[in-house]
Antibody, heavy 119, light 110 residues
Framework: QVQLQESGPGLVKSSETLSLTCAVS?????????WGWMRQPPGKGLEWIAT???????YYNPSLKSRVTISVDTSKNQFSLQLSSVTTADTAVYYC????????????WGQGTLVTVSS | QSALTQPASVSGSPGQSIAISCTGT?????????VSWYQQHPGKAPKLMIY???YRASGVSNRFSGSKSGNTASLTISGLQAEDEADYYC??????????FGAGTKVTVL
C-alpha cells in the first residue's frame, strides 16, 4: 500500500519560492506510478497543479506551469514541488498524490500540509 | 469560477438515494470518459470514489455509482448513511490537456 507524507515550511513570504517534499513508502518511486500535487485554498475547492510519470514525463496545469517545478529523488524515494513567485493567492493545503495507471485521477493522497503565504 | 458546475448542496434522509450532477462541455466531460469523483470529510484528504466516469475505486461501497450522459456526469449515493455526509468534487480531463474540478457539493444527511 502506497503511503504519502508531505513536508515543508508552513509559512512562505510573498515573492519567494514554496518548496514541498512528499515522502513515499510502500512502493519504489522509480518502479512506476504517476506522482503529483494538488492544492485546496481554505474553504475552497480542489486545484490540480502537476503530475509526473516515473519516466519523467510531466503534465502541468497551464495556469501554473510557468512557476512550477516537479522533481523526483529516487535515492530518497521522494518527490518535490517548487512554486516560484508566490502570492497570498497560493495559500492552500497542498496534497501530494499518486495513481498506478494514469494522471487523470489519484487514488493515493497524503494528509495534506497547509502553506500560508504572508504579504 | 470553476470549470465544472455542481450544485452547492444536496440533502436526503437516511436510506434515500441522492444524485449529484456535474455539468461541463464537449471540451471536457462530453469529450472524454475521464471523469472522477472524490469524497472529502472535514479536515481530511479527498478520497477517490469513482474513476473513468463509472468505475468504483477499490474499497468503495457499491452504494456509490457514477454515470455520464452528454456533457453531464452524475454521482448517485443509494441507501444514504450518516457517514456519507461530506463534500463531493467532480473532475474531468479537458482537451487542453489539463484537469478541472467542480466547486464541490455538500451532502447533508437529514
Amino acid at each position: 500500500q502506497v503511503q504519502l507524507q508531505e513536508s515543508g515550511p508552513g509559512l512562505v513570504k510573498s515573492s519567494e519560492t514554496l518548496s514541498l517534499t512528499c515522502a513515499v513508502s510502500g512502493y519504489s518511486i522509480n518502479s512506476g506510478f504517476y506522482w503529483g500535487w494538488m492544492r485546496q485554498p481554505p474553504g475552497k475547492g480542489l486545484e490540480w497543479i502537476a503530475t509526473m510519470y516515473h519516466t519523467g514525463s510531466t503534465y502541468y496545469n497551464p495556469s501554473l506551469k510557468s512557476r512550477v517545478t516537479i522533481s523526483v529523488d529516487t535515492s530518497k524515494n521522494q518527490f518535490s514541488l517548487q512554486l516560484s513567485s508566490v502570492t497570498t493567492a497560493d495559500t492552500a493545503v497542498y496534497y501530494c498524490t499518486s495513481d498506478r495507471n494514469n494522471w487523470y485521477w489519484a487514488y493515493f493522497w497524503g494528509q495534506g500540509t497547509l502553506v500560508t503565504v504572508s504579504s | 469560477q470553476s470549470a465544472l458546475t455542481q450544485p452547492a448542496s444536496v440533502s436526503g434522509s437516511p436510506g434515500q438515494s441522492i444524485a449529484i450532477s456535474c455539468t461541463g462541455t464537449s471540451n471536457d466531460i462530453g469529450g472524454y470518459n475521464y471523469v472522477s469523483w472524490y469524497q472529502q470529510h472535514p479536515g481530511k484528504a479527498p478520497k477517490l470514489m469513482i474513476y473513468e466516469s463509472s468505475y468504483r475505486a477499490s474499497g468503495v461501497s457499491n452504494r456509490f455509482s457514477g454515470s455520464k450522459s452528454g456533457n453531464t456526469a452524475s454521482l448517485t449515493i443509494s441507501g444514504l448513511q450518516a457517514e456519507d455526509e461530506a463534500d463531493y468534487y467532480c473532475s474531468s480531463y479537458t482537451n487542453s490537456g489539463t484537469l478541472v474540478f467542480g466547486a464541490g457539493t455538500k451532502v447533508t444527511v437529514l
